[in-house]
């Protein structure tokens, strides 16, 4: 089995307050994984050490074949690239509209043409239930809007990996049922 995720012997902590010891785990290609705990349990800091915001302390983590290593920036980018980041506590570009801030990840890393952006922002924002939304202002829209908002924009590049930490937060039921 080809995994898109492995993470091996990992020891992660906050000065002296170890968070994860020796945690070990493979992430198959292709499957929806759901990582649950309490609250402060290390959730969100085992999804920063995936996306390589964090440097373990001991063992390793791997991301589509590669190991990540936050000292090479450049390696690291190239990784990222491949990945879809969904965190807590994402912002928009609050001068930005809706689609502008979909569009900001194609426009910056890919030379794509604005009629073939267009289409793919507007597609995204369909997919989340925000059709017609592309003109407002992100103080326009509610919180539930704007966390669909931020889906689209990890999901712009067609990602091999989504790192997303509690990406239906701010959702009604039935809303996360649907994304």
Not at 7 to 24: A, K, P
Not at 41 to 62: D, F, S
Not at 115 to 133: H, P, W
């Amino acid at each position: 089995m080809e995994y898109t995720v492995k993470i091996e012997d990992v020891t992660f902590g906050y000065g002296d307050r170890l968070i994860l010891q020796n945690v070990s785990m493979k992430f198959g290609a292709g499957k929806v994984v759901a990582i649950m705990g309490g609250s402060g349990m290390g959730k969100t800091t085992l999804l920063k050490l995936i996306g390589g915001l964090l440097t373990p302390q001991g063992g390793r983590v791997e991301v589509t074949g590669e190991t990540l290593d936050p000292s090479n920036q450049k390696r690291l980018y190239r990784i990222r690239r491949r990945m879809g980041m969904l965190f807590q506590f994402g912002a928009l570009f609050t001068d930005l509209s809706v689609f502008d801030n979909v569009a900001f990840p194609m426009r910056e890393q890919t030379d794509l043409d604005e009629e073939t952006i267009r289409d793919l922002v507007l597609m995204k924002l369909n997919a989340v239930g925000l059709r017609g939304a592309a003109h407002l202002m992100p103080s326009e829209i509610s919180g539930g809007m704007a966390r669909r908002v931020l889906l689209c924009c990890a999901l712009m590049d067609d990602p091999r990996v989504i790192v997303a930490d509690e990406p239906t937060g701010n959702l009604d039921p039935a809303r996360s049922l649907e994304i």
